[in-house]
């Protein structure tokens, strides 16, 4: 199975400030159709995750843009530009170029 | 709106057997991909495994920890997907969430989860 890391583990925010989450896979997660199928979630406390970005960098729809996503192979981040209140909660990263699919410990952002 | 809502949860035994659903609407269930993903109490998510559509032939994939006990299923004329859970673990326990894949990826809709309880 493909091993999914995130860095840091917890991560303390200044509001108004920017933060950045490291996930790296133990495989490539490049696809033979040219995809890259990494995708983050972010879960608040006490509610399901929801999908903010998909395939690296693509933001899914409502996500504010303050959220970004980049890197390629084994090596990727999120970016909140600056963060606000409700961006409390714990963000994972997940594969879905390989089975089975796996994700990330998850990082838990609190201010 | 475009919803999945998980059903079917409770407290089974160690060895019993469950079955979940996952009622949608909001979208047209026949063309998604659907996936089971679970959360155990205080832990990370776990990927229990997916149907693709029958556009797809339907093929199931499974995560290690249930395969050959868990058998996913859908229903498309009920906008319906099952999870069969059979030879239940302590190590099972966990809320049991739908996905659905709309378009985007294969997590665009998440449910509420329903919780599955396995103890003596």
């Known amino acids: 199975d493909v091993v999914m890391t995130q860095t840091p583990l917890s991560s303390p925010v200044t509001l108004g400030q920017p933060a950045s989450i490291s996930c790296r896979s133990s495989?490539?997660?490049?696809?033979?159709?040219?995809?890259?199928?990494l995708n983050w979630l972010q879960q608040r406390p006490g509610q399901p995750p929801r999908l903010l970005i998909y395939r690296v960098s693509n933001r899914f729809s409502g996500v504010p843009d303050r959220f970004s996503g980049s890197g390629s192979g084994t090596d990727f981040t999120l970016k909140i530009s600056r963060v606000e209140a409700e961006d409390v909660g714990v963000y994972y990263c997940m594969q879905a170029t390989h089975l089975p699919q796996t994700f990330g410990p998850g990082t838990k952002v609190d201010i | 709106e475009e919803q999945v809502v998980e059903s079917g949860g409770g407290l089974v035994k160690p060895g019993g057997s469950l079955r979940l659903s996952c009622a949608a609407s909001?979208?047209?269930?026949?063309?998604?991909?659907m996936t089971w993903v679970r959360q155990a109490p205080g832990k990370g998510l776990e990927w229990i495994g997916r149907?693709?559509?029958?556009?797809?032939?339907?093929?199931?994939d499974y995560g290690t920890p249930v395969k050959g006990r868990f058998i996913i299923s859908r229903d498309d004329s009920r906008n319906t997907l099952y999870l069969q859970m059979n030879s239940l673990e302590t190590e099972d326990t966990a809320v049991y969430h739908c996905?659905?894949?709309?378009?985007?990826?294969?997590?665009?809709?998440w449910g509420q989860g329903t919780l599955v309880t396995v103890s003596s």
């Open positions: 909001g979208f047209t269930f026949s063309d998604a991909w």
């Open positions: 495989q490539s997660l490049l696809q033979s159709d040219g995809n890259t199928y």
């Open positions: 149907i693709k559509s029958k556009a797809y032939g339907e093929i199931r």
């Open positions: 996905v659905a894949g709309l378009g985007a990826s294969e997590y665009d809709r």
